[in-house]
């Protein structure tokens, strides 16, 4: 049976535009799922409880979870807010951490960015640091605002792999450069998750999970920026994109299938 180009959810942030609450994602997340992974993406809306989990992971055969400006509430993992003026976007935690369960419980792939990879060590029962620049022994992971988009995500910082480790197997180097634009990060790894690289402060930069039927990959840098000019952001998003043609094989879905309406009648 063929089988068509695999599905992947983005996770959309819940903006104001003009007055109105709009579902968003950056392009810069997109354009690399379907040129690199050689994924169609389709941008999930931040519904909350209003969600219908089991038919989004029913029609798609992979997701990403993409990075944003808002912050994962902190009550999320057992802790109060130690910063009032933190970007906060209750919405997609509220659709994000429940579909992130489900999916990995049902090997579907999934791959975090930035938000993402602290959405997903959430979810699993990890915590974070809600001030990596203000917490003892760690480096300042933020960008700087007032500069250029380019000089925001140019390369911050090394990265150095877990000898061994799935990622090292993947990329072939043991150390390479990232950008680094993060106010937060690992505080507690969940159960589960496999550190895969390390920023020289000693910040897990990526994890895998050790236990997913599926490839589970998280990084806190920003990959997809200007991701096909980049050999490790290539690398990232070909498995990612390997995976997900992988899952669409094993579940043997007719393309007709793929993009159905949700709940729709039988013709």
């Given at each position: 049976m063929?089988?068509?180009v695999?599905?992947?959810?983005?996770?959309?942030?819940?903006?104001?535009?003009?007055?109105q609450?709009?579902?968003?994602?950056?392009?810069?997340y997109?354009?690399?799922?379907?040129?690199?992974?050689?994924?169609?993406?389709?941008?999930?809306?931040?519904?909350?409880?209003?969600?219908?989990?089991?038919d989004?992971l029913?029609?798609?055969h992979?997701?990403?979870?993409?990075?944003?400006?808002?912050?994962?509430?902190?009550?999320?993992y057992?802790e109060?807010?130690?910063?009032?003026?933190s970007?906060?976007?209750?919405?997609?935690?509220?659709?994000t951490?429940?579909?992130?369960?489900a999916?990995?419980?049902?090997?579907?792939?999934?791959?975090?960015?930035?938000r993402?990879?602290?959405?997903?060590?959430?979810?699993?029962?990890g915590?974070?640091?809600?001030?990596?620049?203000?917490?003892?022994?760690?480096?300042?992971?933020?960008?700087?605002?007032?500069?250029?988009?380019?000089?925001?995500?140019?390369?911050?910082?090394?990265v150095?792999?877990v000898?061994g480790?799935w990622?090292?197997?993947?990329?072939?180097c043991?150390?390479?450069?990232?950008?680094?634009l993060h106010?937060q990060?690992?505080?507690?790894?969940?159960?589960?998750?496999?550190?895969?690289?390390?920023?020289?402060?000693?910040?897990?930069?990526?994890?895998?999970?050790?236990?997913?039927?599926?490839?589970?990959?998280?990084?806190?840098?920003?990959?997809?920026?200007?991701?096909?000019?980049?050999?490790v952001?290539?690398?990232?998003?070909?498995?990612?994109?390997d995976a997900?043609r992988?899952?669409?094989?094993?579940?043997?879905?007719?393309?007709?299938q793929?993009?159905?309406p949700?709940?729709?009648?039988a013709?």
């Amino acid at each position: 049976m063929s089988h068509a180009v695999p599905v992947v959810a983005v996770a959309t942030d819940l903006k104001q535009l003009r007055g109105q609450q709009v579902h968003a994602v950056a392009r810069k997340y997109v354009d690399p799922l379907l040129e690199i992974s050689g994924c169609l993406p389709l941008l999930l809306p931040a519904f909350g409880t209003r969600t219908p989990v089991d038919d989004v992971l029913a029609s798609v055969h992979g997701l990403l979870f993409s990075g944003s400006p808002s912050n994962i509430e902190p009550h999320h993992y057992g802790e109060s807010l130690d910063n009032p003026d933190s970007p906060a976007d209750p919405d997609r935690d509220a659709t994000t951490l429940p579909l992130i369960r489900a999916a990995i419980a049902r090997g579907i792939p999934v791959f975090g960015i930035c938000r993402g990879f602290q959405e997903i060590n959430v979810a699993l029962g990890g915590s974070l640091l809600q001030q990596v620049h203000r917490t003892d022994g760690y480096a300042d992971h933020r960008e700087d605002e007032s500069l250029p988009l380019e000089q925001q995500y140019a390369p911050a910082h090394e990265v150095r792999a877990v000898p061994g480790s799935w990622l090292e197997r993947l990329l072939g180097c043991s150390s390479w450069q990232v950008n680094s634009l993060h106010g937060q990060g690992i505080k507690r790894l969940a159960p589960g998750l496999q550190p895969q690289a390390f920023a020289p402060d000693g910040l897990v930069e990526a994890y895998v999970h050790s236990g997913s039927p599926g490839l589970l990959l998280a990084v806190q840098w920003h990959p997809e920026w200007r991701a096909a000019d980049n050999p490790v952001s290539r690398a990232l998003f070909q498995a990612f994109g390997d995976a997900c043609r992988c899952h669409a094989a094993q579940r043997h879905v007719a393309p007709a299938q793929l993009l159905r309406p949700v709940h729709a009648e039988a013709a």
